[in-house]
């Protein structure tokens, strides 16, 4: 498994990357609705509760940047990563220490109908998919947090949008394989709850669907902090949900 103190971008030499520092990092998390936290109105969905726990003086106080927005796909993260990324380096011009990405299950959907026409054909996702794990990759190293299970019986989603498993999986298995290849850390949110069984994972979700809860952002955030790929810099002291 690559974690953040063996991963480098493909323009530094990995001898010279040392993420497990003793000064604080900057992190920023981009993507769709995963990122921005719809669905939670007690915490601010998984990336805002990390964001609070460091804001302690007893934290590492990293600084975590959550650049969510609702209903992005690939494409448009791939347009405004570097943008959202060289603003967000505070102090004496620092840029990010870190990238963390979760988008693709809107590329997923199906629009109309249950047979209908992904929103991003599959060859085109692919092809975002690349550039934006290329331009993410130039700028410093990178995390990727997969997306949650939906629940087909609730769909379509705001009558319009089809969001189904299989569909899933495929958009799924692609950026895994795309991270793979770029020894990118890929965290797979999406088998781990649907191995969790029905009633765990539908429990965590909303009304809709298609976002999770309260509940489960907070189980996103302990499967985060528990994934290998993090261990080294999220601190000893972990959230209290």
Known sequence: MQTLDNLAPSSVPAASLTLAQPAPMRIVALGDSLIYGFGDPEGGGWVERLRRHWMTPESPSHALYSLGVRGDRVRQVAERIESEFRNRGELRHRVPDVIILSVGLNDSARLGRPDGKNFTAFEEFQTDLELLLE???????????????????????????????????????????????????????????????????????????????????????????????????????????
């Open 135 to 241: 331009r993410a990759q130039q700028l410093c190293s990178v995390l990727f947090v997969g997306m949650t299970p939906i629940h087909e019986a609730k769909m379509p989603f705001s009558n319009c949008l089809y969001y189904n498993h299989a569909d899933q999986r495929r958009y799924r298995d692609a950026t895994q394989l795309a991270c793979q290849h770029r020894q990118i850390p890929y965290l797979d949110i999406l088998e781990q709850w649907l191995n969790r069984g029905e009633a765990w994972w539908s429990a965590r979700l909303t009304q809709d669907g298609l976002h999770p809860s309260s509940a489960g952002y907070a189980a996103l955030l302990q499967d985060f902090l528990a994934w290998e790929a993090v261990q080294s810099w999220i601190g000893s002291e972990l959230p209290v949900l």
